[in-house]
């Protein structure tokens, strides 16, 4: 075996840039192509400097996504670059067509690049649309010959239930393997019920073909309120890149600004039973690298590879090894009593949080409400 899984790092860059229009993505249902591109509010150094092994108590999976394409983010090369060099796993989501930046990283030394995984959304019908079908398989291609490994997954929409053959057939040809699922989610609706006209067991059997463990998974968390203890903010924590706010989970109060001043220890506590998600928001991640060690659901790795026809993986051995590890392997798990007194503390905690900021709390609430909560869960989704 080698390196165990110390913390899980969800990273958000609040950008929408992108060269696609994915007619199922979040950011086409509620409108929203306009917002400007941001920069970084701190150096891309300190950025990574503040997310040291030593401050995060070991060797993390961290993942980059953007609310656009995140290749697309001014110096997103040398973030991820500079990750790695801290000796991280990183898992960067793109749509696969921004052929500078994945150049650029697939060439880097294979002691970096042997840790990067892309999480690539296959947008099917806006690719072949766009004539770029080539181009990002080409791409594929290029990270598959590389260190780095790569998962493609694609949103199953009724559109294109009568072109699920060929899509099999041209990943396979193309892939090496059947691409796997993600759900999409009606985000302009209060319910953001899965998007589909079809009832939850049509949906499942219709896709079912694709033998997409990832499906499955998410289908599973669907609508379930968890109610075990669960250690995210402890063994996970949510991160604005563009500002440095860290926050437990979804849904919670901001903590902490971790790059003000990256002297500080990093504030790591289990929001416990105070969830306040109607279901598991990224569960596919957190459960799978077992925030909740009292679920199980199998490992990371085993919804995101695929062996493909010629006997070689889309997860190359060393992210493959990684990703089939469990948080709980790097901490002491809590007795029943010590569980109590921490959701007691995270309670009196949060509490204080909304007591000395309501209103930027609220309005962040409303923000991950509308850009966050459909698609962070599923976020191929998006363009």
């Known amino acids: 075996m080698g390196e165990a899984i110390k913390r899980l790092v969800l990273g958000y860059i609040p950008s929408n840039r992108c060269n696609l229009r994915c007619k199922y993505c979040y950011i086409s249902q509620i409108k929203d192509w306009g917002e400007a591109k941001p920069a970084f509010q701190y150096p891309i150094q300190q950025m990574v400097s503040g997310l040291s092994k030593e401050r995060l108590g070991g060797t993390a999976q961290?993942?980059?996504?953007?609310?656009?394409?995140?290749?697309?983010v001014k110096d997103i090369d040398q973030l991820v670059e500079g990750l790695l060099r801290?000796?991280?796993?990183?898992?960067?989501?793109t749509n696969g067509t921004v052929d500078r930046v994945i150049e650029r990283l697939t060439r880097l030394p294979e002691e970096l690049a042997s840790r990067l995984m892309f999480k690539i959304s296959f947008h099917y019908e806006e690719l072949v649309n766009r004539k770029m079908i080539d181009k990002f398989f080409a791409n594929v291609d290029k990270i598959k010959a590389s260190p780095c490994?790569?998962?493609?997954?694609?949103?199953?929409?009724d559109e294109l239930e009568e072109k699920i053959e060929e899509i099999q057939k041209l990943c396979v040809q193309r892939a090496g393997a059947c691409c796997h699922l993600t759900i999409g989610r009606k985000d302009d609706t209060v319910g953001r019920?899965?998007?589909t006209n079809h009832r939850h067991e049509e949906y499942l059997e219709r896709w079912k073909p694709f033998d997409s463990r990832m499906f499955e998974v998410k289908m599973e968390l669907m609508d379930?309120?968890?109610r075990e203890f669960c250690y995210a903010g402890d063994w996970s924590i949510f991160l604005n890149f563009q500002t440095g706010e860290i926050q437990p989970c979804y849904g919670q109060p901001v903590v902490q600004n971790i790059w003000e001043d990256i002297s500080k220890p990093i504030r790591f506590q289990?929001?416990?039973?105070?969830?306040?998600?109607?279901?598991?928001?990224?569960?596919h991640a957190h459960l799978t690298f077992g925030v909740i060690p009292s679920l199980e659901l199998g490992s990371y790795a085993q919804i995101r590879d695929r062996v493909c026809v010629d006997g070689t993986h889309w997860l190359k051995e060393e992210v493959r090894d990684f990703y089939s590890g469990k948080l709980a392997e790097s901490h002491t798990l809590l007795t029943q009593q010590q569980e109590k007194k921490a959701t007691r503390r995270y309670r009196?905690?949060?509490a204080c949080q909304w007591i000395k900021?309501?209103?930027?709390?609220?309005?962040?609430?409303?923000?991950?409400?509308?850009?966050?909560?459909?698609n962070l869960s599923g976020k191929t989704a998006k363009a």
């Not at 801290?86 to 989501?93: A, D, I, S, T, Y």
């Not at 490994?149 to 199953?156: A, I, K, W, Y």
């Not at 289990?270 to 306040?276: M, R």
């Open 86 to 93: 801290q000796g991280h796993f990183v898992e960067l989501v």
């Open 270 to 283: 289990p929001v416990g039973h105070c969830c306040t998600q109607p279901y598991c928001i990224n569960g």
């Open 224 to 226: 379930q309120k968890r």
């Open 357 to 374: 900021n309501p209103e930027k709390i609220i309005a962040q609430a409303k923000r991950q409400s509308r850009k966050l909560t459909g």
């Open 149 to 157: 490994s790569f998962t493609l997954e694609m949103v199953p929409y």
């Open 193 to 195: 019920g899965l998007l």
């Open 348 to 350: 009196i905690s949060s």
């Open 62 to 72: 961290i993942n980059l996504t953007a609310q656009g394409e995140t290749l697309m």
